[in-house]
């Protein structure tokens, strides 16, 4: 079970491969994602304690150069966000959905958390980075009340110049539904 993630988002493949191999050498963390993102970027996810996969986010930071674009360290992840990682949330939505849009990877991890955290409600889907043009976006879904409380949390969590657009939608078509 992941408990602490840290992520790391790169404007190179190349410099995002070399550092998957410090950040895997520097501390005893565990490797979650490690991939090409669209437009030719690269990410990593890193889980294991606090300390470790703070220790590997700082050495990461150390030899990155100009070539972050951003990372984070988020303990206490909530488990939807870690399940969705290892691709194990499929439930049907019942009630309302959100949809928030980001402009990259960390920001939608982040915002994402920080929704599910602060109100009643469950991840239905993550899309993180391939074929959106290095853009994320996750659908929540609850009562109408509670994912309006998430998205406003989520939003207030980010820069704005982060969020591309965010939607609550009370009763969502089967059809709507089925092609998300």
Request: hydrophobic share 50%.
């Given at each position: 079970m992941i408990k602490t993630l840290g992520i790391l988002e790169f404007r190179s493949i190349a410099k995002g491969i070399e550092i998957a191999d410090v950040v895997l050498k520097a501390a005893e963390?565990?490797?979650?994602?490690?991939?090409?993102?669209?437009?030719?970027?690269?990410?990593?996810?890193?889980?294991?304690?606090?300390?470790?996969?703070n220790e590997a986010l700082d050495k990461a930071k150390e030899q990155s150069e100009e070539f972050l674009i951003s990372s984070f360290l988020l303990p206490s992840v909530h488990e939807d966000v870690a399940n969705a990682l290892k691709n194990k949330i499929r439930m049907q939505p019942r009630g309302?959905?959100?949809?928030?849009?980001?402009?990259?990877?960390?920001?939608?991890?982040?915002?994402?958390?920080?929704?599910?955290?602060?109100a009643n409600v469950n991840l239905f889907k993550i899309v993180i980075g391939m074929a959106i043009g290095g853009k994320s976006y996750f659908v929540i879904y609850g009562d109408v009340s509670s994912v309006k409380e998430a998205v406003k949390e989520a939003l207030n969590a980010n820069e704005k110049k982060n969020i591309v657009y965010s939607i609550v939608i009370p009763s969502p078509s089967k059809e709507l539904i089925k092609s998300l």
């Open positions: 963390v565990e490797l979650v994602v490690c991939k090409t993102i669209c437009p030719g970027k690269y990410m990593i996810f890193i889980s294991g304690e606090v300390g470790a996969v309302a959905i959100g949809i928030v849009e980001t402009t990259n990877v960390t920001s939608g991890i982040f915002i994402l958390d920080k929704a599910l955290k602060s």
